[in-house]
Protein backbone atom coordinates (compact mmCIF):
# COMPACT_ATOMS: atom_id res chain seq x y z
CA UNK A 1 0.00 0.00 0.00
CA UNK A 2 2.80 2.40 0.67
CA UNK A 3 3.97 2.11 -2.76
CA UNK A 4 0.53 3.88 -3.87
CA UNK A 5 1.89 7.39 -2.95
CA UNK A 6 4.96 8.79 -3.74
CA UNK A 7 7.19 10.80 -1.66
CA UNK A 8 8.25 14.34 -2.55
CA UNK A 9 12.00 12.89 -3.58
CA UNK A 10 10.17 10.20 -5.41
CA UNK A 11 7.89 12.32 -7.39
CA UNK A 12 10.61 15.15 -7.85
CA UNK A 13 13.22 12.19 -9.23
CA UNK A 14 10.29 10.79 -11.83
CA UNK A 15 10.12 14.61 -13.06
CA UNK A 16 13.66 14.89 -13.81
CA UNK A 17 13.39 11.36 -15.27
CA UNK A 18 10.51 12.12 -17.85
CA UNK A 19 12.63 14.97 -18.90
CA UNK A 20 14.92 12.00 -20.41
CA UNK A 21 12.29 9.33 -22.00
CA UNK A 22 8.66 8.74 -21.31
CA UNK A 23 7.17 7.41 -18.15
CA UNK A 24 5.77 4.21 -17.67
CA UNK A 25 2.11 4.62 -17.55
CA UNK A 26 1.83 3.54 -13.79
CA UNK A 27 4.94 5.88 -12.68
CA UNK A 28 2.71 8.80 -14.71
CA UNK A 29 -0.25 8.21 -13.00
CA UNK A 30 1.29 8.40 -9.31
CA UNK A 31 3.48 11.37 -10.15
CA UNK A 32 0.43 13.18 -11.82
CA UNK A 33 -1.52 12.34 -8.82
CA UNK A 34 1.62 13.82 -6.41
CA UNK A 35 2.02 16.56 -8.39
CA UNK A 36 -2.30 17.66 -8.15
CA UNK A 37 -1.38 17.21 -4.35
CA UNK A 38 1.53 19.07 -3.95
CA UNK A 39 2.73 22.95 -4.95
CA UNK A 40 6.41 21.88 -4.05
CA UNK A 41 6.94 19.10 -6.31
CA UNK A 42 4.80 21.22 -8.87
CA UNK A 43 7.22 24.64 -8.32
CA UNK A 44 9.85 22.09 -9.00
CA UNK A 45 8.73 20.63 -11.87
CA UNK A 46 8.61 23.94 -13.74
CA UNK A 47 11.78 24.78 -12.22
CA UNK A 48 13.57 22.02 -13.84
CA UNK A 49 12.07 22.75 -16.66
CA UNK A 50 12.79 26.05 -17.25
CA UNK A 51 16.28 25.46 -16.76
CA UNK A 52 16.44 23.25 -19.32
CA UNK A 53 15.03 25.71 -21.60
CA UNK A 54 18.24 28.28 -20.13
CA UNK A 55 20.76 25.79 -21.14
CA UNK A 56 19.66 25.21 -24.51
CA UNK A 57 20.16 29.14 -24.96
CA UNK A 58 23.89 29.79 -23.29
CA UNK A 59 25.48 29.02 -26.82
CA UNK A 60 23.36 32.44 -27.97
CA UNK A 61 24.05 34.22 -24.83
CA UNK A 62 28.05 33.22 -25.07
CA UNK A 63 27.46 34.88 -28.47
CA UNK A 64 25.41 38.08 -27.56
CA UNK A 65 28.09 38.27 -24.72
CA UNK A 66 29.90 40.96 -26.79
CA UNK A 67 32.14 40.56 -29.71
CA UNK B 1 44.99 27.96 -52.46
CA UNK B 2 42.79 31.63 -52.20
CA UNK B 3 40.24 28.77 -50.65
CA UNK B 4 41.50 27.55 -48.35
CA UNK B 5 43.13 31.16 -47.00
CA UNK B 6 38.99 32.32 -47.13
CA UNK B 7 38.35 29.40 -45.08
CA UNK B 8 40.90 30.00 -42.80
CA UNK B 9 39.60 33.41 -42.36
CA UNK B 10 36.24 32.59 -42.01
CA UNK B 11 37.76 29.83 -38.88
CA UNK B 12 39.14 32.90 -37.31
CA UNK B 13 36.09 34.95 -37.23
CA UNK B 14 34.57 32.30 -34.86
CA UNK B 15 37.68 31.61 -32.50
CA UNK B 16 36.04 34.17 -30.35
CA UNK B 17 32.94 32.82 -29.83
CA UNK B 18 34.67 28.96 -29.77
CA UNK B 19 36.67 30.16 -27.22
CA UNK B 20 33.81 31.33 -24.90
CA UNK B 21 32.27 27.72 -25.61
CA UNK B 22 34.88 26.10 -24.54
CA UNK B 23 35.48 28.41 -21.05
CA UNK B 24 32.24 28.03 -20.02
CA UNK B 25 32.58 24.56 -19.99
CA UNK B 26 35.99 23.74 -18.97
CA UNK B 27 36.77 26.59 -16.54
CA UNK B 28 40.55 27.22 -17.87
CA UNK B 29 41.49 29.63 -20.38
CA UNK B 30 44.70 27.69 -21.27
CA UNK B 31 42.89 24.14 -22.09
CA UNK B 32 40.16 26.75 -23.69
CA UNK B 33 42.45 27.46 -26.10
CA UNK B 34 43.96 24.29 -26.87
CA UNK B 35 40.72 22.95 -27.43
CA UNK B 36 39.60 25.94 -29.89
CA UNK B 37 43.03 25.49 -31.42
CA UNK B 38 42.32 21.42 -31.59
CA UNK B 39 38.80 22.50 -33.43
CA UNK B 40 40.19 24.61 -35.65
CA UNK B 41 43.28 22.31 -37.14
CA UNK B 42 40.95 20.08 -37.53
CA UNK B 43 38.32 22.28 -39.12
CA UNK B 44 41.08 23.32 -41.62
CA UNK B 45 41.92 19.75 -42.33
CA UNK B 46 38.42 18.46 -42.80
CA UNK B 47 37.49 21.04 -44.73
CA UNK B 48 36.33 19.49 -47.58
CA UNK B 49 33.96 17.31 -45.45
CA UNK B 50 32.34 20.91 -44.80
CA UNK B 51 31.14 21.93 -48.53
CA UNK B 52 28.88 24.64 -47.01
CA UNK B 53 26.39 21.40 -45.93
CA UNK B 54 25.70 23.42 -42.40
CA UNK B 55 26.47 26.78 -40.83
CA UNK B 56 30.00 27.21 -40.11
CA UNK B 57 29.19 27.66 -36.85
CA UNK B 58 27.49 24.87 -36.24
CA UNK B 59 29.67 22.68 -37.87
CA UNK B 60 32.80 24.15 -35.59
CA UNK B 61 30.75 23.79 -32.70
CA UNK B 62 29.84 20.35 -33.20
CA UNK B 63 33.76 19.89 -33.61
CA UNK B 64 34.65 21.61 -30.53
CA UNK B 65 32.00 20.09 -28.29
CA UNK B 66 34.15 16.49 -29.07
CA UNK B 67 37.33 18.37 -28.45
CA UNK B 68 36.20 18.87 -24.64
CA UNK B 69 34.44 15.87 -24.00
CA UNK B 70 37.76 14.62 -25.08
CA UNK B 71 39.75 16.59 -22.84
CA UNK B 72 37.36 16.54 -19.76
CA UNK B 73 38.07 12.33 -20.19
CA UNK B 74 41.79 12.51 -20.90
CA UNK B 75 42.46 14.47 -17.61
CA UNK B 76 40.24 11.94 -15.80
CA UNK B 77 39.12 14.49 -13.32
CA UNK B 78 35.75 15.27 -12.53
CA UNK B 79 33.97 11.48 -14.57
CA UNK B 80 31.24 10.59 -12.88
CA UNK B 81 32.00 7.34 -11.15
CA UNK B 82 29.72 4.64 -12.30
CA UNK B 83 28.93 2.85 -8.81
CA UNK B 84 26.38 5.85 -8.00
CA UNK B 85 23.11 4.88 -7.17
CA UNK B 86 20.31 7.02 -5.47
CA UNK B 87 20.87 5.86 -1.88
CA UNK B 88 24.52 6.91 -1.30
CA UNK B 89 24.64 11.01 -1.88
CA UNK B 90 28.08 11.91 -1.29
CA UNK B 91 27.65 15.44 -1.28
CA UNK B 92 27.11 16.08 2.24
CA UNK B 93 24.18 18.40 1.73
CA UNK B 94 21.07 16.80 0.97
CA UNK B 95 17.82 17.74 -0.77
CA UNK B 96 15.70 15.79 1.17
CA UNK B 97 14.81 14.16 4.91
CA UNK B 98 15.13 10.08 5.42
CA UNK B 99 11.41 10.39 4.63
CA UNK B 100 11.69 11.96 1.56
CA UNK B 101 10.56 15.16 2.18
CA UNK B 102 11.99 18.52 0.88
CA UNK B 103 14.58 20.04 3.34
CA UNK B 104 14.30 23.58 1.64
CA UNK B 105 10.69 23.13 -0.55
CA UNK B 106 10.84 24.83 -3.64
CA UNK B 107 8.66 28.14 -3.44
CA UNK B 108 7.23 29.18 -6.68
CA UNK B 109 9.64 31.30 -9.17
CA UNK B 110 6.69 33.46 -10.90
CA UNK B 111 7.40 34.18 -14.26
CA UNK B 112 10.57 33.45 -13.99
CA UNK B 113 10.83 34.19 -18.54
CA UNK B 114 11.31 37.94 -17.71
CA UNK B 115 14.89 37.22 -16.54
CA UNK B 116 16.31 36.03 -19.72
CA UNK B 117 16.65 39.32 -20.72
CA UNK B 118 18.63 40.22 -17.52
CA UNK B 119 22.65 40.09 -18.32
CA UNK B 120 23.35 39.51 -14.79
CA UNK B 121 20.90 36.62 -14.93
CA UNK B 122 23.01 34.91 -17.44
CA UNK B 123 26.18 35.34 -14.81
CA UNK B 124 24.50 34.20 -12.08
CA UNK B 125 23.36 31.49 -13.88
CA UNK B 126 26.86 30.47 -15.30
CA UNK B 127 28.34 30.90 -12.03
CA UNK B 128 25.41 28.47 -10.85
CA UNK B 129 26.85 25.87 -13.54
CA UNK B 130 30.81 26.46 -12.94
CA UNK B 131 29.68 25.91 -9.05
CA UNK B 132 28.46 22.14 -9.54
CA UNK B 133 30.86 19.65 -8.70
CA UNK B 134 32.53 18.66 -11.74
CA UNK B 135 31.24 15.30 -11.97
CA UNK B 136 27.56 16.43 -12.56
CA UNK B 137 28.42 19.70 -13.68
CA UNK B 138 29.95 17.62 -17.13
CA UNK B 139 27.16 15.54 -17.27
CA UNK B 140 24.65 18.36 -16.76
CA UNK B 141 25.95 20.65 -19.67
CA UNK B 142 26.76 18.14 -21.96
CA UNK B 143 22.87 17.28 -21.92
CA UNK B 144 21.40 20.40 -21.35
CA UNK B 145 23.67 22.71 -23.18
CA UNK B 146 25.57 21.14 -25.67
CA UNK B 147 22.22 18.75 -26.57
CA UNK B 148 23.95 15.51 -26.80
CA UNK B 149 21.31 12.47 -26.64
CA UNK B 150 21.33 10.33 -23.19
CA UNK B 151 22.27 7.62 -25.17
CA UNK B 152 25.84 9.71 -27.04
CA UNK B 153 26.00 10.78 -23.40
CA UNK B 154 26.31 7.30 -21.69
CA UNK B 155 28.55 6.09 -24.80
CA UNK B 156 31.24 8.54 -24.13
CA UNK B 157 31.64 8.52 -20.69
CA UNK B 158 30.79 4.72 -19.75
CA UNK B 159 27.92 5.13 -18.12
CA UNK B 160 24.70 3.33 -17.53
CA UNK B 161 21.46 4.95 -18.18
CA UNK B 162 20.16 4.63 -14.53
CA UNK B 163 23.38 6.77 -13.54
CA UNK B 164 23.05 9.35 -16.07
CA UNK B 165 19.79 9.74 -14.42
CA UNK B 166 21.09 10.22 -10.96
CA UNK B 167 23.42 12.87 -12.36
CA UNK B 168 21.13 14.57 -14.21
CA UNK B 169 18.54 14.69 -10.88
CA UNK B 170 21.59 15.89 -8.17
CA UNK B 171 22.48 18.45 -10.71
CA UNK B 172 19.00 20.11 -11.48
CA UNK B 173 18.88 19.93 -7.48
CA UNK B 174 21.39 21.81 -7.27
CA UNK B 175 21.41 24.38 -9.68
CA UNK B 176 17.23 24.87 -9.11
CA UNK B 177 18.98 25.50 -5.22
CA UNK B 178 21.85 27.76 -6.58
CA UNK B 179 19.33 29.85 -8.74
CA UNK B 180 16.61 30.15 -6.01
CA UNK B 181 19.55 31.36 -3.61
CA UNK B 182 21.67 33.69 -6.05
CA UNK B 183 18.50 34.69 -8.23
CA UNK B 184 15.12 34.20 -7.73
CA UNK B 185 14.74 34.38 -3.86
CA UNK B 186 16.45 37.85 -3.77
CA UNK B 187 14.64 41.32 -5.20
CA UNK B 188 16.00 40.09 -8.82
CA UNK B 189 13.20 37.32 -8.98
Not at chain 1, 55 to 67: F, H, Q, T, V, W
Not at chain 2, 45 to 67: D, M, P, V
Not at chain 2, 132 to 161: F, H, N
Not at chain 2, 168 to 185: D, H, P
Amino acid sequence: MGKLMYSCEQAAQLSSRAMEQPLGPWERMLLSAHLMMCRRCTSFTRQIAFLRRVSRKIPEALDEDGN
Amino acid sequence: MGDEDDLAQSLEAHRKYLQRYALFHLHDTALAEDAVQDTLIAALAQSRRFEGRSQLRTWLTAILKHKIVDMVRKRGRGLPANTLSLNDDDSGDASFTSKGAWIDPPADWGLPDAALESQQFWRVYQECCRLMPQRYGLVYSMREVMDLSSEEICKKLDISTSNLHVILFRARLRLRACMTKNWFGTDHG
